[in-house]
């Protein structure tokens, strides 16, 4: 409860909830059990796309972490666990489509990954990755670069957590004039994160740079918050209905 009694002590103005089932498809998300740090198990796999399902959405793209040094996931690993999650929605009776891709961890190894075709990308060639919350890789271009030449469209996810670029502005407009997308993570917006993100965030939206929403969902708080929070503040409503969202389109 400390971060929704944070909130209100704020006196945030909230609007009406806003109609989250014209996203339709969310791409960022963690419930495949027991390869990442998201759903456990397919029990609360389940739970997550039941709830998933009542929030409005129709399909899910969930993208498990790979890293070379902790997740080593990879496209074998990661379908099985989605059949696994399909045959128990289907049991269960649940109304949603899962697909699966992958958030690639921009080291060493992705590169490779890409140069041998070896990544699970989603929709027309997307591809879904992130940067280490430290610093700015210093492979970034040269991976982008790779990227795209592999015929790949890169979506950047949640570019707003990246604090190394919060005081330099330019560098979110930069990356997005090299043709990548933007991921904002739903909860962004709430300032689940810090202010900091949030203000990021909202700066992303109001430059007309935010391609993809996507709830990068771990557990049942963060689909809590948004269903309780996020889809009534001002912002949610205002990029559901600057009609530059892509995610209904997959």
């Avoid at 399909?86 to 489509?97: V, Y």
């Avoid at 697909?99 to 080291?107: Q, V």
């Avoid at 140069?115 to 610093?135: D, Q, T």
């Avoid at 996507?214 to 948004?226: P, Q, S, V």
Wanted: glycine share 6%; hydrophobic share 40%; with cysteine.
């Amino acid at each position: 409860m400390g971060f929704f009694n944070n909130l209100f002590r704020k006196k945030e103005k909230l609007l009406e909830p806003a109609d989250i089932s014209t996203l339709h498809v969310d791409i960022h998300s963690h419930f495949i059990p027991g390869i990442d740090d998201g759903a456990e198990d397919l029990e609360q796999s389940l739970d997550l796309l039941r709830k998933m399902s009542e929030l409005g959405y129709r399909k899910v793209i969930t993208t498990p972490h790979v890293m070379s040094d902790f997740y080593r996931n990879d496209p074998k690993i990661i379908l099985a666990g989605l059949e696994k999650v399909r045959q128990g929605i289907k049991e269960a009776g649940i109304p949603i489509e899962i697909e699966a891709a992958a958030e690639y961890y921009l080291d060493d190894q992705l590169e490779s990954l890409i140069e041998r075709n070896e990544v699970l990308s989603f929709g027309n060639k997307y591809l879904l990755f992130e940067m280490p919350f430290i610093a700015e890789p210093q492979n970034l271009a040269r991976a982008v670069f790779n990227m795209q030449l592999g015929g790949y469209k890169p979506i950047l996810a949640h570019p707003e957590r990246y604090q190394f670029w919060h005081n330099d502005f330019q560098k979110y407009e930069d990356i997005f004039d090299k043709g990548v997308l933007l991921q904002v993570n739903i909860n962004s917006l709430s300032g689940y994160y810090s202010p900091a993100v949030k203000k990021i965030a909202e700066q992303l939206i109001d430059k007309d740079m935010v391609s993809f929403l996507g709830t990068d969902c771990h557990r049942m708080e963060h689909l809590d918050i948004y269903q309780n929070i996020t889809c009534r503040t001002p912002y949610f409503h205002k990029l559901l209905g600057s009609g530059k969202l892509l995610n209904s389109t997959l």
